[in-house]
């Protein structure tokens, strides 16, 4: 039986009017875009069974009318971000120039007129993709009153000072959870109160991971407060994934392994509540310069990274479809230009069909018991301007561009090392280290129970509140393993905050010259200064250097790994070990999901027993063995585990979406829907040998290619949707 659309477990954006060479048969589709061709779009997809979303962006998009006052009679032009030479911050490189723009209440007003028009052409969900404020902006007119506005006192660029710099971005993010509040909750009234129904709103966004490393500032986590929001799509895809970060020394892109962190940190948006995440995969990428293997490649990374996070079970399949089916990119051989190869279309529509089944009751995995964290706050893209050389210590700052990041001499600050530097030694060696918001400690009560082990420092983000050190020194106590990485040596430590202000709760002062010192009061550790410590039925291993150092060699990595090691040890708790390997591995239902990292403990291969289907591979092979290599991953279906009870016909993997199945006494039919242009494949389970097998695709039948397994008794079809994306299908086994 068909999956239920209204489950909207997949989906896709396009900003395209429907066509059936990119009609994935998705649950779901979001409608890309509030322009004079929206309602007609909106019908057309809905014409063809999708549930339909509309998706547009909040913080950018085609809103010249705005900008020059044709709508309000008001040009608007100073909203837009400026960085500190007064240029203004665009998107893209377009012939109509599309600024990132300053959340205004006005600019606010304007989305919610635009949106209005999607709720009366009856969308079911809207999508506010992307709330972005460059880390280098801040110099408009329009922030300088709304910094006057919230700090009660006059604007103070942000390349000033340390203090200058961090407040300006929280400025930044609570500017857009205002729009976002504001405009979620009036169109919700307004849905509710004009046609009775209820509007969902979901906020695609980068990782607070990536948003840190690319200098951009963003609500993130904050966004939970908001009741108007329903949920996210993690917008995590080889374009991020493959920014280059440092381990042991070496610069390099390590994409399945950013891919995992940042997933993680995505999966935290909605751990233990009720809203929806997708999670997004990408199978190219913004840029259009790379050749189909590389994309190919790096996709592959990505999905197998989000599978490894069992907590969610919704994706966004593809962003723009229309450019993967039909653009055209670098030949393998330097020459020209080319189609995507007809296998890697095929495989795609393998792995989106298979995404919509990895609901599964039943997970497995090696290291469920391990539960070990890196501590990361929203308040890590507050602090992300590059000191200069020479005036560091005076407190002079300096920002780039939104490509500067990429200029010779930026590498250091792209790279975000203070983080992977905590991260990578871990997950290296096989250790499912999760990232960990540190802001919802003091939003959920029992948010840390899960985990035994945390790390945590305060180089490269700070806590926004005291309580949150009250929760995680109460968390050690009763039996948790802290691992602090840090000297002190953040000029941010010197910021205006709440660790160092004049004056405390009851009046008492507070001159802790970092927050590490208040979070070691609480733990009774006042004096420490480096090594193991009891506190309560739990430990603390405390590392004073820069968590950077753990990124720059071999030997730091190795140091941080030890201490975590060790002061695992210190709990005495048999359960809780050190398990380091090269691999990562997960069983969801009939699937197997598994990835061999190198840079690891080991170069040897994870064999993994048969009879399995490799997913990744068009052709759908039975293979008795697969030896998974470094640097290699996959997606595997287990045939025993996945066989249906009744010996009846069942789908293995299909890229198609498969209805009416229907098993009969001579064989069995269904009917596959999808792109038509593209080859199809499927292998079902089958009782018995097949003796034909055929279609029936606009209005004429035709045989079709199979190939019987008679191990798995199961059977390989190949055929085509038609122009119509729909086909008939027909398996005979004779009487």
């Not at 593809?318 to 190869?341: H, L, M, N, T, V």
């Not at 048999?574 to 969801?588: D, E, N, Q, T, V």
């Not at 997606?635 to 025993?640: N, P, R």
């Amino acid at each position: 039986m068909a999956r239920n659309r209204t489950e909207e477990r997949t989906g896709f954006q396009e900003s395209g009017a429907y066509h059936p060479d990119y009609d994935l048969q998705t649950d779901f589709v979001m409608v890309y875009g509030i322009d004079g061709t929206m309602e007609q779009r909106i019908g057309q997809w809905r014409d063809k069974g999708y549930i339909v979303h509309l998706m547009t962006g909040i913080a950018w998009g085609t809103y010249n009318d705005y900008l020059d006052g044709k709508t309000d009679g008001r040009t608007h032009w100073d909203e837009a971000q400026t960085d500190r030479s007064g240029e203004m911050i665009v998107h893209g490189k377009k012939p109509v120039v599309i600024p990132y723009m300053v959340p205004t209440l006005s600019f606010t007003d304007f989305l919610a007129e635009r949106i209005r028009i999607a709720v009366d052409a009856g969308v079911e969900a809207i999508h506010l993709e992307e709330p972005e404020f460059w880390v280098n902006g801040g110099y408009s007119e329009a922030f300088k009153r709304e910094w006057l506005l919230y700090y009660g006192e006059p604007w103070s660029p942000p390349h000033a000072s340390p203090d200058a710099q961090y407040r300006a971005s929280k400025l930044k993010a609570f500017l857009y959870t205002r729009a976002l509040d504001r405009l979620c909750a009036e169109m919700k009234d307004y849905a509710l109160l004009k046609y009775g129904r209820r509007l969902r709103f979901y906020v695609p966004t980068h990782s607070l991971i990536n948003y840190t490393q690319w200098r951009i500032v963003s609500p993130e986590s904050r966004l939970l407060e908001l009741p108007s929001i329903d949920g996210y799509i993690a917008q995590i895809w080889t374009g991020t994934s493959r920014t280059p970060n440092v381990y042991q020394g070496l610069r390099k892109e390590r994409t399945f392994e950013t891919a995992y962190l940042e997933y993680g940190i995505m999966q935290e948006l909605v751990r233990g509540t009720d809203r929806r995440m997708w999670f997004l995969h990408d199978p190219i990428e913004d840029n259009p310069n790379y050749t189909w293997s590389d994309y190919k490649q790096n996709y592959i990374k990505t999905v197998v990274a989000s599978l490894l996070h069992p907590g969610v079970a919704h994706y966004e399949v593809s962003p723009w479809p229309r450019r993967i089916f039909q653009g055209k990119y670098p030949s393998e051989d330097g020459i020209g230009k080319a189609a995507i190869p007809p296998d890697y279309a095929t495989t795609l529509l393998h792995v989106m069909h298979t995404l919509g089944n990895m609901a599964q009751d039943e997970v497995e995995t090696e290291d469920a018991a391990q539960g070990i964290g890196v501590l990361i706050a929203d308040s890590a893209m507050f602090q992300r301007m590059k000191p200069e050389s020479e005036a560091a210590n005076a407190g002079k700052y300096d920002g780039t561009d939104p490509e500067g990041f990429k200029k010779e001499g930026d590498t250091e600050l792209l790279d975000f090392s203070p983080f992977y530097g905590l991260a990578l030694p871990l997950l290296k060696h096989g250790i499912p280290v999760r990232p960990v918001q540190l802001d919802n400690v003091r939003r959920f009560a029992h948010y840390l129970e899960d985990y035994r082990v945390l790390l945590l420092s305060y180089e490269y983000m700070k806590p926004e509140y005291p309580d949150l050190h009250y929760a995680l020194a109460g968390w050690v106590r009763e039996g948790g393993a802290l691992i602090y990485v840090g000297d002190d040596s953040d000029p941010y430590h010197r910021i205006r905050a709440w660790w160092n202000e004049s004056k405390g709760s009851g009046g008492r002062a507070r001159t802790y010259g970092s927050p590490r010192e208040h979070l070691f009061e609480q733990l009774q550790l006042g004096g420490a200064d480096g090594g193991i410590y009891k506190a309560g039925k739990g430990a603390v291993g405390y590392l004073a250097v820069r968590p950077d150092d753990c990124a720059a060699s071999e030997a730091g990595a190795e140091a941080l790994r030890s201490l975590v090691r060790q002061t695992m040890e210190a709990l005495g708790d048999s359960a809780l070990s050190w398990r380091a390997k090269p691999y990562f591995k997960i069983k969801r239902g009939p699937y197997v999901i598994a990835a061999v990292m190198e840079e690891s403990v080991a170069d040897e291969p994870l064999v993994i027993d048969g009879p399995v289907v490799d997913l990744f591979d068009p052709s759908l092979p039975v293979k008795r063995e697969v030896r998974l290599m470094p640097g290699e991953q996959t997606l595997l279906f287990d045939v025993e585990a996945g066989r249906p009870a009744a010996d009846e016909a069942a789908v293995i993997s299909a890229s198609s979406r498969i209805e009416e199945l229907d098993s009969q006494a001579n064989g069995f039919t269904f009917i596959a829907r999808g792109p038509a242009s593209l080859r199809a494949t499927a292998r079902f389970y089958c009782p018995r040998m097949p003796v034909s097998a055929a279609l029936e695709c606009e209005g004429r039948t035709e045989s079709i290619a199979w190939d019987w397994d008679s191990g798995t008794r199961s059977v390989l079809l190949e055929y085509r949707h038609g122009s119509e994306n729909k086909a008939n299908v027909r398996v005979d086994w004779g009487s």
